[in-house]
């Protein structure tokens, strides 16, 4: 089965229609952002879904992509969006990139993102997306996310888009002063779920905000043997 199908069973008019009752239905939720609110527009979410779920592309809730992983909620990618707080200047960190579909988002209302993938085949498809739709401003690579991208660092944002078992300060670290980093952190070993974890990086320290209970996919230490 092709990740990229021409037009699916899914017509065009459909999913612009689906398109403008999830945007609709984002605001109902609280989602206020206008920037997020266009960003989640511009971006076709049916092209980050493999052929099967295109007619689902639109639908308020998490779909399964390869490697046995998901995108992410749109209410949940555009929640954590409008909590970054983006400026078009910034240069932006994801771990995660999955399918590509929030460093789509995220490419919208920043200058750079850079995303880390630990699946050569989630990183070489959502890379393909990417160059498909023309967005020139996003820098992807197989790695370790957790480790961060220090040869880029310090980033103005920060976002991590699988569940870490703590904190992860390694990242925060490559903050800039003033930064944010917005990260799903378990609860209780992750038996709880996980709680969205607002981190801001200030002269002296970093000041935490709890914002929402969350369920990511683990993040995962290494790169991804198979691919
Ligand atoms: N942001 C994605 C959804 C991500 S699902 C989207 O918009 O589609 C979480 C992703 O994190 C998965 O693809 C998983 O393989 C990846 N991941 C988990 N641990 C990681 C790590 N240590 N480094 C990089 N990516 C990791």
């Not at 990618?77 to 409008?82: G, Q």
């Not at 970054?84 to 988002?105: C, F, N, P, W």
């Amino acid at each position: 089965m092709s990740v990229f199908p021409g037009h699916g069973s899914a017509d065009g008019e459909e999913l612009d229609a689906g398109k403008i009752k999830l945007v609709m239905a984002l605001r109902r939720q609280g989602i206020r952002s206008k920037g997020v609110l266009a960003a989640i527009e511009r971006v076709p979410r049916e092209t980050f879904v493999t052929g099967a779920f295109r007619e689902q592309a639109y639908d308020d809730h998490a779909l399964p992509i390869e490697c046995g992983q998901t995108i992410s909620q749109p209410y949940i990618v555009a929640f954590m969006t409008e909590k970054l707080e983006i400026g078009d200047r910034m240069k932006v960190l994801e771990i995660g990139t999955g399918s590509g579909y929030q460093a789509a988002v995220l490419a919208q209302l920043s200058r750079r993102v850079y995303t880390i993938e630990r699946y050569r085949t989630l990183l070489d498809d959502a890379v393909k997306r990417f160059e498909i739709l023309g967005f020139h401003n996003i820098t992807a690579k197989v790695g370790d996310g957790s480790k961060g991208w220090p040869e880029q660092a310090p980033f103005d944002r920060i976002i991590v888009t699988a569940a870490a078992p703590e904190i992860p300060m390694g990242l925060a670290d490559q903050l800039k002063i003033g930064g944010i980093m917005v990260v799903p952190v378990d609860v209780d070993g992750g038996k709880q779920g996980q709680q969205l974890v607002r981190l801001t990086r200030e002269e002296d320290g970093f000041k935490k905000e709890e914002l929402l209970p969350v369920r990511f996919v683990p993040l995962v230490e290494g790169v991804a043997r198979e691919s």
